[in-house]
């Protein structure tokens, strides 16, 4: 017998938050009936049995038991079944609880979660919540039954991630040429160079940045309202590949 992966999930989460989980399976002693117990422990004709939507996708349990102390458990039951009324959460089918420790009611999808429930004529559910879901519907995660209520399922906005840039990332050196001094030359430079090309400039594709790449530059830089120095750095390099070419 195993619990329901939805219901565990619930489970985990409300111990991450302190939150007293009383079980999901039922001890077969004491249970002899309902969702506590899985399939293969009882007759086909359990309630918890009946009709499509309890149709098993597995030997699960499918109901657990919600500590009502060291929270405001109280204040959720009445909030839980406001919702389960209203169609917020559905594939429940019956929950057992007191809203004031003492008045134990029953709701249940069949007596479309009457407003004050039915008294209910068992024993216990004082201090803890009783809640059994559909066995279709066991694995479904149940973790916003709690997160929702404590405000815990929505995730803190994060900025968005800016995008990459879909071109070659600068290579982390300025291109520049000044008359006697030693031209700049490599791979970088080439790449640059082989773009201006594609864009329709005049320019050699050798990897030299010489004379005619630096006129290349400033032309370019003037034409995309840059600063115009002729100075291949960060700005120039990204506009030959994101700049509208004209």
């Known amino acids: 017998m195993s619990e329901a992966p939805g219901l565990t999930a619930l489970k985990n989460f409300m111990q991450s938050k302190g939150i007293a989980c009383l079980g999901i399976i039922g001890d077969p002693r004491t249970h002899s009936y309902g969702y506590h117990l899985a399939p293969s422990l009882l007759p086909s004709t359990d309630y918890s049995l009946r009709g499509e939507a309890n149709r098993p996708v597995g030997d699960h349990s499918c109901a657990i038991d919600i500590g009502m102390s060291g929270w405001d458990g109280r204040g959720w039951l009445r909030w839980f079944i406001e919702r389960c009324r209203n169609d917020v959460y559905s594939g429940i089918y019956e929950v057992i609880g007191s809203y004031d420790g003492r008045s134990v009611r029953y709701w249940s999808d069949g007596t479309n979660w009457n407003t004050d429930g039915v008294p209910y004529t068992g024993s216990g559910h004082d201090t803890w919540v009783h809640v059994g879901i559909y066995r279709s519907t066991a694995l479904q995660d149940r973790t916003n039954w709690i997160a929702d209520f404590l405000g815990a399922s929505v995730p803190t906005p ?33 790449t640059w160079q082989t773009r201006m090309a594609q864009r329709g ?15 290349v530059a400033r032309a370019f830089q003037q034409e995309k309202h840059l600063q115009v120095d002729g100075v291949v750095g960060p700005q120039t390099w990204a506009a030959a590949w994101t700049a509208p070419v004209t």
């Open 158 to 190: 994060q900025p968005p991630k800016p995008p990459a840039p879909s071109y070659p990332a600068w290579p982390g050196r300025e291109f520049s040429y000044a008359p006697g001094r030693p031209q700049m030359h490599g791979g970088d430079v080439q």
């Open 201 to 215: 400039w005049s320019i050699g594709v050798d990897g030299w940045y010489g004379p005619q790449s630096a006129g």
